[in-house]
C-alpha cells in the first residue's frame, strides 16, 4: 500500500494546511512576534519530545505510567474524550514534521462538520472517507502535500453519517502499514470517544493513543469510561494532552 | 488536603468566595446610608420633693420621673418644640404630628434621653435644639405640682446627630462580611465536592492513571492579550 500524494492541494485546503504546516502565510505576516502562538508552539514541541521519548526512555518507577508497554510510537492515534482534536493532531504533526520528520496526518474524524474539519473546503477533492469507500482496491490513498517538505495530509474528505462501520479492518491497517512503511510518524485525529466509536476500532492499528481532556468540561466518569474502552479496544494509551478544543 | 490544593478548589469559583461577602458589603453599607438620622440629648432631672423617710427606700420623685417618656412624646411637648423652631429654619414647616411621630425617650434614673429620629438630619439636629430648649419649662409644667419647688433640668449632654446604629454598624459590617466570607467558601468547596469535572493536571493524572504529556492550550491571556502585544486593542 502507497500513500502517493497529489498535487495542489493548497487550492483545495488553503486554510488549514497553508497556515499550520509551516509555510508562512498573510496571517503569519499579521501576527508575526505573536507570543501566544509561540508559546503553544513550544508546547507541542514539548509533546512531541514527550513522544518521541516513549519506549527509548525507562519509565519511572511507581509513576503513573509505570508498568504500561514500552514501545516507540511511530504511530499515534489522537482522541478526545468529549472534545474535537483536529487542532492538536494538525499541531502535533506539524511538530514533527519540522523536527524533519516525515509525517503523514490523517484526519479520521469522518463525521466532522466541515468547519471544524482539517479540510474545510472537501468538497472539491477526495479523502479518507472517498478512499475507504472506494471499490477499487488499488486506488492509492488521497495524500496531499503541504507547505511543509515534511508534511502531507489525508483530509477526511466527505464526511460519513455511519463513520467506519462501514469500512473493513483490512483496508484500514493496510493504509497504516502502508504510511507506516514511508513516514517516520503517522498521526491519526479521530471523532471525540463520547460522541461517536470510530476511534475504538482504529485503536488496535495504531503504536499508541494519546487521549486529550479538556479541563473544566471533561468529568472524571467520561474519562475513565473513554480510557477503559480504549484499552478493551486493544489500544495502548501513551499518554494524556489537555487541550480545550478550540 | 494541602493548603495549596484547598485554595486551588476555592479560586477556581473566587467569583462564589469573593463575590458573596462583596454583595453583603455592598448590601450593608447601602442599607445604612439609608438608615435615619437621630439626635439626641440627655438632661438631669431633679425634682426636690423630699419624701424619704428612713428606711423607706421609695422614692416618689423617680415614680415621676416614670412620665418621662411619655411627656416627651406627647403632642402638647410636640407642640412646645413646633413653637420653639424659627420659621425658615430646618423642621420648621413640620406639622405638630409629624414632631410628635419623630420624638421618643426613655429614662435612667433621674437622666432622661430624648431621642429625635429624622431622614433629614438637619432636621433631627434642629428638633432635638428645640426640644432641649423647652424640656424644663415642660418638665416643671406637667411633672411638678402647683407651689411645689421647681424641678431642676440640666442638660448633660448637648444635642448630636448619627445614624441609628451607627456604633455598632462597623462591627456589625464586618461580622456580616466575614460570615458571608465563610458562606462563600463553603458554598465554593460544596460546589467543588460535587462537580465532577477534572481541572488540574495532577487530577487528571489521578483520575486515569495515566500520565499528562502536555497541556497544549493557549494561555488564558493568550486571547485578550494578541492585540495588547502588538501594542493594539484585541
Redesign the interface.
Known sequence: MTVPTTSDPRRAYPASVGRLSGERTDWDAA?E????DR??TE??R??RA??EAIGRVPRAPG???DGAPVGEVHSLLVVGVDLPVAM?GL?LATAFAQAGQETLLVDADLRAARERSLAPAAGAASGLADWLRAEDRDLPCPAYPTGSPHLALVPAGRPVEAGFDTVRDDRWSALLRGARAERDRVVVVAAPLAAVADALLLARHVDGA??A?A???????A??RA?DALRAAGGR????????G? | MELKRVLAVLMRRWWLVFGLPLAVLVGTVLLSSSQPYVGTFRASVLIPTDTEETGNAERPELMVMDDFAQIVSSESFAANVASRLQPGTPGSDLSVGEIQRSLSADRRGRIGTVNVTRDDRAEALAIALAANAVLPDVVNRYMVAQGEPRATVQTIDQPSVARLNADSQTVILVVQTLVALAVGAGLAALAAALDEKLYAEDEVSAALGLPVLADVRAPRWGRAGRGWLRGQRA
Open positions: 501576527h512576534g505573536d507570543l501566544v508559546l503553544v508546547r507541542y514539548a509533546l514527550a513522544i509513576g503513573p505510567d492538536v499541531r494519546l487521549l481532556v479541563p473544566g468540561k471533561t468529568t472524571s466518569s474519562a475513565v480510557r494509551i501513551v499518554g494524556v494532552v489537555l487541550d480545550d478550540r
